[in-house]
């Protein structure tokens, strides 16, 4: 058992340092810490300087949109308005805040890796769910394009507990292995702990995947534009510092000699012996003559930097399309003034977008929950019906939402559904809505049946108040008993 086990381990391990460098730097990118723009070798720190002001991180954009309009809010069958019951996991887990981090891992370097087992703490009852990175974490596919869980996965902490070995986790469909990387193959494995889920409990969360089974982020085709963006900002803050203002020049000046201020004789320099001269200031305060017909005054005129700032905004315009956002999205762009309906259609692109993205991370969030309830005892790992929920995140005001759900409503759409519409609300508010819209028609109902009860009431009380003063029903005296009774 030991040996297949290590040999899994060392060739996952390959994988991940295969991978390191490329995914570190697509990190870094994603961070703000860039590659810095040329630079002269005998740069001063001026110079240096600038070029740490130069960095100018728009390619975070490209995680940050999508990642705000993506948040899971429910797990429910279609036609249901309630959440499965694996929904308890996800609120134990704190996935309410959490989904985030494997959604930006997942956007910024192309996968992440969520793992599902047994709790052994309380009782082998309730899933343990672990997020993992891709410079970390790898998995291995027999088909990793259609496969939905992996035939094995490995986890190398980044903080090793012992500088002198490599310890690391790998799952497979039996067990959790500890597997200490540089030790010999009989004694690498150090704990093996079953957890029964009869798959590799380890799911695939991925903005993109080719047939091939690669994957791709949202930052590392960014990367070159990014660089040539730092690049055109340290030139227009170069051009800024030493460019931007106006230098007036003076030739044929005759110097003026400092004047010993006692003596009044010319101050000599010390070692040349020579006339020690003053420097013309040249401020604004400052005003230049000369007896010298040759003198020659004038003024260098300032470097333009329109130029500069059509490029640095084309290239950041290069890297809204690439990224699939918005312009308006960014400060500075062109689209000024706009109706709501406008930039509904500047976000069409990017809606499309994020669709494509919900459908990838919700099919892995639905296998996370499909391996909740195994790890708790309540199903299998075969498909079913329930889907992921995603909230509501359009750019509408929250007077276009109402109208909207009330047309729905209108139209027979129940308020559970027109309810999720509506940007803002959440599950627990559309529970709470739909729960005293129940209790306002129960009401209602019950006076509509109590009117209707006091209006009989008050019918039958009418019909025996006739009655009584005409057991014939006829309200009035019969002409021939009158006549014989007097």
């Known amino acids: 058992m030991s040996l297949p086990v ?4 060392r060739h996952a391990k390959s994988l991940i340092d295969r991978d ?3 995914l570190n730097l697509v990190d870094r990118y994603a961070r703000g810490a860039h590659r810095a723009p040329w630079m ?7 110079f240096k300087d600038l070029v740490k002001r130069s960095i100018v991180n728009v390619s975070s954009l490209a995680v940050e949109a999508p990642l705000n309009a993506l948040r899971v809010q429910g797990f429910r069958k279609p036609g249901s308005g309630e959440n499965a019951n694996e929904w308890a996991f996800w609120q134990k887990a704190r996935l309410d805040e959490r989904q985030n981090a494997v959604h ?7 996968a992440a890796y969520v793992v599902v087992t047994p709790d052994p703490r309380k009782g082998r009852r309730e899933p343990a769910i672990r997020a993992y990175d891709s410079i970390s974490t790898v998995a291995v596919y027999a088909d990793p394009a259609w496969d939905e869980f992996p035939v094995y996965a490995l986890h190398v902490p980044e903080q090793q507990p012992d500088e002198d070995r490599t310890v690391g986790f790998l799952w497979d469909d039996v067990a959790k292995y500890t597997v200490d990387l540089d030790a010999e193959p009989d004694s690498a494995v150090l704990t093996v702990e079953p957890h029964g889920m009869g798959v590799c409990p380890v799911v695939r969360f991925s903005p993109a995947v080719d047939l091939r089974g690669r994957t791709r982020g ?14 055109q900002t340290l030139s227009l803050l170069l051009n800024e510092h030493w460019g931007a203002h106006a230098i007036r020049f003076a030739t044929g000046l005759a110097p003026s000699e400092r004047l010993d201020p006692e003596t009044g004789d010319p101050v000599r320099d010390p070692e040349t012996g020579e006339p020690v001269y003053d420097v013309p200031s040249l401020d604004p305060s400052t005003l230049l003559m000369a007896p010298n017909s040759d003198a020659r005054f004038g003024q260098l005129p300032a470097m333009p930097t329109g130029d500069l700032l059509a490029s640095r905004r084309q290239t950041v315009e290069e890297i809204m399309g690439l990224a699939d956002v918005p312009p308006h999205y960014l400060a500075g762009s062109n689209l000024v003034n706009l109706s709501a309906d406008a930039l509904a259609a500047a976000e069409t692109s990017f809606k499309r977008f994020l669709s494509t993205l919900q459908d990838s991370l919700g099919e892995s969030w639905e296998s996370v929950f499909r ?4 790890a708790a005892g309540r199903g299998g790992t075969e498909q079913d019906e329930s889907q992921v929920e995603w909230a509501e995140k359009a750019t509408r005001s929250l007077a276009q939402a109402a109208d909207a759900m009330v047309k729905l409503m209108q139209q027979g759409v129940p308020l559970s559904v027109a309810l999720r519409k509506v940007p803002g609300f959440s599950q627990a508010d559309i529970d709470e809505a739909v729960k005293a819209a129940e209790e306002a028609a129960r009401k209602a109902e019950q006076a509509e049946a109590e009117a209707l009860k006091q209006q009989k009431e008050a019918a039958n009380r009418g019909v025996d108040s006739e009655n009584r003063r005409d057991p014939a029903g006829s309200g009035r005296v019969p002409a021939r008993a009158g006549s014989a009774g007097r």
């Open 6 to 9: 290590v040999k899994r381990a």
């Open 20 to 22: 390191y460098d490329r």
């Open 40 to 46: 002269p070798a005998k740069a001063n720190s001026e």
């Open 104 to 110: 930006r891992a997942a956007l910024t370097s192309g």
């Open 218 to 231: 949202l930052v590392e085709p960014l990367i070159t534009s990014q660089d040539r963006l730092n690049q």
């Open 371 to 374: 391996l909740c309830a195994v």
